[in-house]
């Protein structure tokens, strides 16, 4: 299970690589998605993902019991998945507000944010 996970987390960190590396703003934006995921995925991968009781210390007992599910990897997922949204919203209104300023989404077009299409240099 541990070698489908990390073929995984592979594939997706080599998808949004290469999405992040291209020229449209929409693949981009994929691209940063995936490597978000990637990461979160990865996160849960290397916390070794076990079924068992959550993690609390029973009554009377001065630690804890095996098996028992690590809950520091299920709170950096969360705080990351919060994050990723946050910086993919901004993402997104950031390169719409470029597209209809510029007029292009090819990002080698985008050369230069001080002219705008139609002005002289």
Not at 41 to 61: N, S, W, Y
């Amino acid at each position: 299970m541990t070698f489908l996970l990390a073929v995984i987390v592979g594939a997706l960190y080599a998808a949004g690589t290469y999405l992040v590396l291209r020229r449209s703003i929409v693949k981009v934006i994929f691209g940063l998605i995936f490597l978000g995921h990637a990461a979160n995925l990865m996160i849960f991968t290397v916390g070794r993902m076990t079924k068992g009781a959550p993690a609390f210390v029973p009554e009377g007992a001065a630690t804890l019991t095996e098996p028992f599910a690590d809950p520091l990897p299920q709170a950096l997922v969360l705080t990351a998945i919060v994050i990723g949204f946050g910086v993919q919203a901004f993402t997104i209104v950031l390169f719409k507000r470029t597209y209809q300023r510029l007029g292009t989404e090819d990002l080698d077009k985008m050369r230069s944010t001080d002219q705008l299409p139609g002005e002289e240099s």
